[in-house]
């Protein structure tokens, strides 16, 4: 029997066995198996050219599962606190970021700056005053709204660009709009948290300036001269770097779910329903703000994921900075898995339907 085949009957059964546990008042019981359903699904995902690419997400579920189950397993090892760990793991992903970068991304504000504008400019309008909307409404404590503004106010994530070429969008306008973003948030991050999350918890405009700056820029300006002086020398570098990124956001996701574990446990539901109403409501306004300025397409599809796909990784850190990892940090632990399966599923639907402009565009980008 085919390998891949056996651990689907695996993950049913393992579900099967939870639900029971669940409905008969024994959950506490059914987190082994939910645990192994996850872990089952994610390797069965593995012998499926369609299914693959939610192989990272799920394991990330069952990361959080676990977490949530087993937390004092990921709060501190003797005296040691994972907590400090999160800052570091954000300045190597960046550093990664910068070295699948180079100086020529930036070229294209010159040449596409009409299409950057807009995705910039959408980007740091829509979700932040989506993220204060929500907040404003949800009810939940201080410290859990401003997470989700928090997130709103975030630059875009290189999982965007992905997401991009994956949609048959403007890869190129992606990349820039990615880039641009970044280098921004030291500026637009603070000055946007202090006027929409001001109400909701202190911000120091200055310190949060300065976080931004040690786990953004200068990570990724390191990279950017890395890639300047040895690109194409260090492949070892360019194949591990992915796989270091996907595992230091998953960690940092699995620290937050622990310490904020009470919290989501009471507000969980409610938080991951705002939280994917924040993404959707991001692809849809992007996407329209596209269509307003009459853009092509491809880069109306750009458009929407740049402002739909946050650096949920950043706001992590930025929480952490705070030091209300358990309280901010929650949204941004929510909102980057989430954001993976809903942006997944929109390149899967976009890569079968045609732009329209196929003949006209020709592409500059390169997939990272």
């Avoid at 596409?112 to 932040?128: A, D, Q």
Wanted: aromatic share 10%; proline share 4%.
């Amino acid at each position: 029997m085919n390998i891949y085949k056996l651990l689907s009957g695996v993950a049913i059964l393992c579900l099967v066995v939870a639900l029971y546990l669940a409905i008969t008042g024994n959950l506490a019981q059914a987190g082994p198996f939910f645990i192994g359903f996850f872990i089952a699904v994610a390797i069965s995902f593995r012998g499926s050219e369609t299914l693959k690419g939610f192989t990272y997400t799920t394991i990330i579920f069952a990361a959080v599962t676990t977490a949530l189950y087993y937390p004092q397993y990921f709060q501190q090892y003797d005296g040691f606190k994972f907590a400090v760990l999160i800052t570091p793991l954000i300045q190597i992903i960046m550093f990664g970021m910068g070295t699948s970068m180079s100086f020529e991304d930036f070229v294209g504000v010159v040449k596409m700056p009409r299409g950057v504008f807009i995705g910039v400019t959408s980007h740091f309008l829509i979700m932040p005053l989506l993220g204060f909307t929500l907040a404003s409404i949800s009810g939940f404590p201080p410290e859990i709204a401003a997470g989700i503004i928090l997130i709103g106010c975030s630059p875009n994530g290189m999982a965007s660009n992905v997401i991009s070429y994956l949609a048959k969008a403007n890869l190129a306008l992606s990349i820039t709009i990615t880039a641009i973003s970044t280098m921004l948030a030291p500026l637009m991050t603070p000055m946007l948290m202090k006027l929409y999350a001001g109400a909701f918890v202190e911000i120091d405009m200055l310190h949060m300036m300065w976080d931004i700056v040690k786990m953004v820029i200068l990570p990724i300006g390191a990279g950017l001269i890395f890639n300047k002086l040895f690109s194409g020398k260090a492949k070892w570098l360019d194949d591990a770097m992915p796989l270091v990124s996907m595992s230091g956001i998953a960690f940092i996701i699995v620290i937050i779910t622990a310490a904020g574990r009470d919290s989501l446990l009471t507000i969980g539901p409610a938080l991951i329903g705002l939280v994917l109403i924040h993404n959707l409501l991001g692809y849809t306004l992007g996407y329209f703000s596209g269509k307003l300025f009459k853009m092509s397409e491809r880069d109306c599809r750009t458009i929407a994921i740049e402002v739909g796909m946050q650096n949920g990784g950043l706001a992590s850190g930025i929480a952490k900075e705070m030091g209300k990892m358990a309280t901010v940090g929650l949204a941004p632990a929510v909102f980057g898995p989430l954001m993976n399966i809903t942006g997944s599923i929109l390149a899967s639907y976009w890569h079968r339907k045609p732009t329209g402009d196929e003949a006209t565009y020709v592409e500059t980008g390169r997939a990272h």
